[in-house]
T-cell receptor, first 114, second 112 residues
């Protein structure tokens, strides 16, 4: 079974802090994604990566950056957390080998910025 | 860019009633996928449809892909309380992109 893990289930940070969210997958997937999920807005793509050291902006990259130094790990960084970044953050991965690109999600990190 | 619209946003049904959610894409899709997110959980892949007009069944769930490969539906027969959750469709456009475009989801509540 594919396993995608995220470093924290719940996180509380203060405005202006630098926040790191970590995601690790154990299935050797090439593609990794970061989404945020807010009520009524569905899943919005922040950043994604097709390969190590590669990153592409999604629909809402402002205020975020990412890092992918190893294939299995994809980190989301909030450079200076703000209250409007309070949300559920979901990491996902997919394989290019299947040609269908179904995504496997981690359990999510609920981030509160106060 | 590609957009995937999903309706309804919410649906409340009595246990035993049927439920359908619809998905429409602004562009032709290579495949469409369906995910279920239980309350407090994360989206979980259910199924993928690839062929025009394709119909697939998983027990009480029936998935359809439109002839033009721009729309899809998920129908649940005789809902149960275990069906509660949010159902998302996600379109894959192909063309060298590895992204999925998710609909906003339909949140299903089942009244026992």
């Amino acid at each position: 079974d594919v396993k995608v893990t995220q470093s924290s289930r719940y996180l509380v940070k203060r405005t202006g802090e630098k926040v790191f969210l970590e995601c690790v997958q154990d299935m050797d997937h090439e593609n990794m994604f970061w989404y945020r999920q807010d009520p009524g807005l569905g899943l919005r793509l922040i950043y994604f990566s097709y390969d190590v050291k590669m990153k592409e902006k999604g629909d809402i990259p402002e205020g975020y950056s990412v890092s992918r130094e190893k294939k299995e790990r994809f980190s989301l960084i909030l450079e200076s957390a703000s209250t409007n970044q309070t949300s559920m953050y979901l990491c996902a991965s997919s394989s290019r080998r299947t040609m269908s690109y179904e995504q496997y999600f981690g359990p999510g990190t609920r981030l509160t910025v106060t | 860019g590609q957009q995937v619209m999903q309706i309804p946003q919410y649906q409340h049904v009595q246990e035993g009633e049927d439920f359908t959610t619809y998905c429409n894409s602004s562009t032709t899709l290579s495949n469409i996928q369906w995910y279920k997110q239980r309350p407090g959980g994360h989206p979980v892949f259910l199924i993928q449809l690839v062929k025009s007009g394709e119909v697939k069944k998983q027990k009480r769930l029936t998935f359809q892909f439109g002839e033009a490969k721009k729309n899809s539906s998920l129908h649940i027969t005789a809902t149960q309380t275990t069906d509660v959750g949010t159902y998302f469709c996600a379109g894959y456009s192909g063309a060298g992109s590895y992204q999925l475009t998710f609909g906003k989801g339909t949140k299903l509540s089942v009244i026992p």
